[in-house]
């Protein structure tokens, strides 16, 4: 039989084998600017990528912010939306209406009901001390079941609003026992939108005098 001869594995050759000392010093130089010129590559991409996640951003908040959110209060329909944090006008007035007619227009017979739907659009940090103020109310009515109270936006003024209050002019018209007494101011409503959703912060009457009969 026949048998291959392997060659003899040969030595690694020293690459500096032959050379002057000088050329490994300067391989060692060449090789360590080298490795300085990535990491300053790398540090400017990691700069780059922060700069254009910033800028990103930015334009993703500017777009949230002029988002127009549709949103329809208790059913309604019309031109009824938020843009960023700011409701239409439309918006306005339909939320002013039913918080007008869920706050201000009751009976024994209605007000828990009402009072309950009012509660659920009071913003979280307000609820407390709003759900106390109803309870007075209904406290009242307990013990007068005769009394009612119904209440109208004034046609004669305007309906004025912030970004923060709506200013609403009202005629209130309290009835008990067949006793009628009517009265006038203005309601004002604290409000905020956030992420699309209205919330009520406070119902404040101001100016309220008595009409003559």
Do not use: C
């Not at 988002?67 to 019309?78: A, C, I, L, Q």
């Not at 409701?87 to 201000?104: C, D, E, H, Q």
């Not at 609403?168 to 309601?187: A, D, T, Y």
């Amino acid at each position: 039989m026949f048998s291959r001869h392997r060659k003899p594995r040969s030595a690694p050759v020293d690459p500096l084998l032959g050379k002057p000392a000088s050329f490994g010093i300067h391989r060692y130089i060449q090789g360590s600017s080298n490795l300085f010129e990535e990491n300053r590559l790398l540090k400017f991409a990691i700069v780059g990528l922060f700069g254009i996640t910033a800028v990103l951003g930015t334009v993703i908040y500017s777009s949230d912010q002029k988002e127009r959110t549709v949103v329809v209060p208790f059913g309604s329909g019309g031109d009824l939306y938020v843009t960023g944090s700011k409701p239409s006008a439309a918006y306005i007035r339909t939320m002013t209406r039913n918080i007008v007619a869920l706050a201000g227009t009751y009976s024994a017979y209605s007000a828990d009901r009402q009072f309950q739907e009012l509660l659920s659009i009071v913003h979280p940090s307000a609820y407390d001390s709003m759900r106390d103020s109803l309870n007075g109310i209904l406290d009242e009515l307990a013990g007068n079941p005769t009394l009612s109270i119904a209440t109208y936006i004034r046609p004669d003024q305007p309906v004025q609003w912030t970004e923060r209050d709506i200013l609403v002019p009202i005629e209130k018209v309290r009835v008990i026992g067949g006793v009628i007494r009517k009265f006038r101011g203005e309601l004002r409503v604290r409000y905020a939108v956030e992420n699309g959703r209205f919330w009520v912060i406070s119902l404040t009457e101001e100016k309220f005098d008595v009409q003559p009969r």
